[in-house]
T-cell receptor
Framework: GAGVSQSPSNKVTEKGKDVELRCDPISGHTALYWYRQSLGQGLEFLIYFQGNSAPDKSGLPSDRFSAERTGGSVSTLTIQRTQQEDSAVYLC?????????????FGPGTRLLVL | QQPVQSPQAVILREGEDAVINCSSSKALYSVHWYRQKHGEAPVFLMILLKGGEQKGHEKISASFNEKKQQSSLYLTASQLSYSGTYFCGTEKAVQGGKLIFGQGTELSVKP
């Protein structure tokens, strides 16, 4: 079946511009996560959504970052007034349920370059 | 708090074995292992839950030492396809699901 998809696969933008990154989770998955991976680094948690519960935004690095999930499916991560340090790969993952035993399935990521 | 992985990098010849460790200073409930090849998405390997359970997947297995708050990933008779960066993700809450990942261990298997 279809996995997690993300778009665009690559994004080049100028400093100060806003960008939107999209994630389509696996159908039927109730939990959705966003991570950021800087060059040669591990995965940094940003935010997760679980069903109708309020999202856990504890990993968002600044108020320039926001995310929403519409209809319990597609999610959009928005970065306003991008900075060069925002350059990274943004990975989305989804899981069937939410809990420490749930497997997270990752999308291919969006490579963001801020010039 | 981010778990610590060791070693940071390892180079193997085909057929050799390797162990990758993931340690936390906090009590853990679960440890997830992923492998990521360059330019690709992380791929799930296995989950270990509190209880010291050991799991296996072909020639890749893992253990979880609850007392030490450490998980170890064992790769035996390594193959070229094992090359990649291995990440552990940890969750300390029984009802949680937000993984905190280690910095990764880069594994290179040479012919």
């Amino acid at each position: 079946g279809a996995g997690v998809s993300q778009s665009p696969s690559n994004k080049v933008t100028e400093k100060g511009k806003d960008v939107e990154l999209r994630c389509d989770p696996i159908s039927g998955h109730t939990a959705l996560y966003w991570y950021r991976q800087s060059l040669g680094q591990g995965l940094e948690f940003l935010i997760y959504f679980q069903g109708n519960s309020a999202p856990d935004k504890s990993g968002l690095p600044s108020d320039r970052f926001s995310a929403e999930r519409t209809g319990g499916s597609v999610s959009t991560l928005t970065i306003q007034r991008t900075q060069q340090e925002d350059s990274a790969v943004y990975l989305c993952a989804s899981s069937l349920g939410f809990g420490p035993q749930e497997t997270q399935y990752f999308g291919p990521g969006t490579r963001l370059l801020v010039l | 708090q981010q778990p610590v992985q060791s070693p940071q990098a390892v180079i193997l010849r085909e057929g050799e074995d390797a162990v990758i460790n993931c340690s936390s200073s906090k009590a853990l409930y679960s440890v997830h292992w992923y492998r990521q090849k360059h330019g690709e998405a992380p791929v799930f390997l296995m989950i270990l839950l509190k209880g010291g359970e050991q799991k296996g997947h072909e020639k890749i297995s893992a253990s979880f030492n609850e007392k030490k708050q450490q998980s170890s990933l064992y790769l035996t008779a390594s193959q070229l396809s094992y090359s990649g960066t291995y990440f552990c993700g940890t969750e300390k809450a029984v009802q949680g699901g937000k993984l905190i990942f280690g910095q990764g261990t880069e594994l290179s298997v040479k012919p």
